[in-house]
């Protein structure tokens, strides 16, 4: 059967308590929601983390911890963001993936304005540095797209070889001031990445379905997870992140296609297995 790299993002900055009683926060939490999506199946993690008032962060200590409690139960990928909150150093944003050393961190391929409120700013300089740095230590990069000019931006770092070849992408659509999560955006952003690349995709809130479904129609790999939807199904909070990993599952097979191991994923993005 095909195999489909099934990434679940658990977390991320924006869920509090408030919104979901079932969102885990804190590195115990995560570190158990984690090894329980691993055992539904899961190939990837992707993780965020807060501070102790459950606030989007870039802690090392929080990372540490959370990074230490995963490794000690299960072998899942992991891929660590670079971007738990607004107005960070690089040097902070940077920190857990150069001393953890997962297999990924994220990549986010430009700067745009995140609604009304505030800028996501990843300047040209950080993202050479950054990729610079990935390539260093052996961690890939996972290019996250929310628009389509980070696609170009892409192509512009690998051309200089800032970034390795074959890349991997992730299509992030739904995000306030970034492409709307519809099916015609996902095949255009598909359309413009190289043919030897690998990518992903995953829909925000109401446009998560969608994306999960033209995702896997089109041969690419998908992504779940309350960093991305909190609600099952219209006005149902999921319960736990593994309900979002076992229906990707069922949903899968109905389509002839197989949810990768950790091993298996490794194998499929060119993927070094680290270690602290």
């Known amino acids: 059967m095909e195999k489909v790299i099934l990434t679940v993002a658990p977390t991320g900055a924006w869920p509090t308590k408030k919104e979901t009683p079932y969102v885990p926060l804190q590195p115990e939490e995560i570190a158990a929601e984690v090894f329980a ?8 993690a992707h993780i965020h983390v807060r501070d102790d008032e459950d606030k989007a962060s870039m802690s090392f200590e929080k990372f540490e911890k959370t990074v230490r409690l ?9 891929n660590l963001t670079t971007s738990g909150g607004l107005g960070l150093s690089d040097e902070e944003r940077m920190k857990p993936f150069m001393e953890l050393k997962p297999e990924m961190a994220s990549y986010d391929c430009g700067s745009m304005n995140w609604g009304h409120s505030s800028v996501f700013i990843n300047s040209p300089s ?16 996972e290019i996250e797209v929310f628009d389509a000019g980070m696609v170009y931006n892409a192509e512009y770092y690998l051309n200089k070889g800032i970034l390795d070849s074959p890349p991997h992408y ?31 995709a995953l829909g925000i809130g109401k446009g998560h379905l969608p994306i999960l479904y033209t995702s896997l129609a089109l041969g690419g790999n998908i992504r779940v997870g309350m960093e991305d939807n909190i609600y099952y199904s219209k006005g149902v909070l999921a319960k736990s992140n593994v309900e979002f990993v076992e229906r990707a599952k069922r949903i899968a097979a109905e389509l002839g296609k197989e949810i990768a191991t950790p091993d298996e994923t490794r194998e499929l993005l060119g993927l070094r297995r680290q270690t602290i």
């Open 37 to 44: 999506c691993y055992q539904a199946g899961a190939s990837v």
């Open 70 to 78: 995963i490794r000690e139960r299960c072998d899942i990928v992991l």
């Open 170 to 200: 992730q299509f992030v659509l739904g995000a306030p001031g970034g492409m709307s999560a519809t099916v015609e955006n996902l095949v255009f952003l598909k359309s413009r990445i190289p043919e030897t690349a690998t990518w992903s």
């Open 126 to 141: 950080f993202l050479e540095k950054l990729g610079m740095t990935m390539k260093e230590i052996g961690v890939k990069p």
